[in-house]
Structure formats: C-alpha cells, structure tokens
C-alpha cells in the first residue's frame, strides 16, 4: 500500500504547485483571493476539498495499476463524498454571488485592495469584510465554519488511512471512504451559519482600503493601458 499512500502525497504536491503555478504564470491573482483581493475562506474550503479528494482518487487509481488491476478507476465515489462537494461548491457560488451584490450596491464600505496592490495576511479571510471593523475583528460565523471544515478534512484523512491500511492489496480497494450523515448536517448547518453572516452590512469606512478604491484602480490602469501601449521584449 505503500506505492498508493506515495502517489497521494505527489498528487497533492502537484495538484497544490498547479494552483500556484498557473495564475503567477498568466498574471493572475492566487487562486485563495476573491474579486476585493481579499483572502476568501470559501475559496480555500473548495481549495482543501479539491486537494484531498482528487489527490486520494489519483493515488487509489495508481495504486490499482501498479497492483496489475486493469480497471484501475474501477473504484466508488460515495453519495455522501459528493454531497459535501456539492455542499461546498454551493456555499463557495452563494458567498461569491452575495458578494459581488454588496460590492455593487455599497462598495465604499467593502474592504478591499487596489489593483496589483494585493496585500494581508491569510488569517484576514477570518475577519469582517465590511465596515469600520473590517479586517480586523474576527467573523464568528467564518471562524466557526473554518473550524468545522478543518476538522472534517483532517477526520476524512484519517479515515481514509485507516481504510487504505485496512487492505493488504490495492487492486481490493473498493472505493473512497464515505462521510456520516451526521457530519454532512454538521457541514451544511456550518455553511448556513457562514451564508447567514454575510448577511448583515455592518456601517462604517474600512481602515485599509475599499472596494470604490479597487474600482477606480482598475478603471485608471484600464484608461493607462489605452495610451501607453505595452513594451513587448524582441
């Protein structure tokens, strides 16, 4: 089993190095930052699921194939495995849909950075986004919700070692191990709670910038780009 816990580990090495790869290489912001330039905690919880899963069904399926099987993706996906991806991808397309509304109706009380000026730390995804607060008390509905998928993704892990450890050849493992109905209520009453706090539009100017500032950023490096034209190297 040892070849299958190793292709595991590479594949979320490299699935991680993509992540960061690809936006440098097209001049992109990283893949953790929204549309503020802000680190955001959906972005990561999708980033974390993504990691686990798909790393863990690469190295199954490479287990297979060494172990001579030849349907080497001849392995189940549990309902429940899909059910939290789909509970997460949802509440990643709600938080990013709520938003883009408030960035729209209230930008100058949306924290945010300039263009290519991206800054602050990653625990800033667990702060309030709005409001004179903004950046620097903590969002008790995200800290809640960050604990909730951590604990859940260290839990799956462990199980998944466990079940892994539990077969002596990997042309036997029958599948991904699957999630207790009782911790998908668990993650959908988190990211209820998480949807729920962006909600309220706390009152206020945040202290490091905002989101009419990142506007008007974007729209003079858009009017610069329209004179200067680009220097391309020979």
């Known amino acids: 089993m040892a070849t299958t816990f190793w292709a595991w580990l590479v594949s979320a090495l490299v699935i991680v190095l993509l992540a960061v790869v690809i936006p440098s290489r097209l001049g992109a912001q990283s893949v953790l930052r929204d549309a503020r330039g802000r680190y955001s905690l959906s972005r990561l919880q999708v980033m974390l699921w993504t990691v686990v ?6 190295g199954m399926a490479f287990g297979r194939f060494a172990a001579g099987q030849v349907d080497v993706a001849g392995f189940q996906i549990p309902e429940q495995v899909l059910r939290l991806l789909g509970i997460s991808l949802a509440s990643a397309v709600v938080a990013a849909a709520v938003k883009v509304v ?9 924290a945010a950075y300039p263009v290519g000026k991206e ?6 995804m667990l702060t309030v986004e709005e409001g004179a607060s903004a950046g620097r008390s903590v969002d008790l509905a995200k ?11 260290v839990l ?7 079940a892994l450890k539990a077969v002596n050849n990997p ?15 668990l993650l959908g009453v988190s990211h209820a709670g998480y949807l729920l ?17 990142r506007l008007a950023s974007a729209a003079s490096e858009t009017e610069v780009s329209k004179i200067v034209p680009e220097v391309r190297t020979a």
């Open 53 to 58: 899963l798909l790393s863990l069904i690469a």
């Open 102 to 110: 408030k960035s729209t109706n209230r930008p100058e009380a949306v």
């Open 119 to 124: 800054g602050g730390k990653l625990w800033e």
């Open 143 to 153: 800290f809640q919700n960050f604990v909730v998928t951590v604990l859940l993704v």
């Open 156 to 162: 799956y892990v462990a199980q998944a070692v466990s």
């Open 171 to 185: 042309a036997g493992i029958a599948g991904l191990p699957a999630f207790s109905d009782a911790f998908l209520v």
């Open 197 to 213: 706090g962006k909600m309220p539009s706390p009152a206020g100017t945040p202290a490091g910038g905002t989101m009419a500032e």
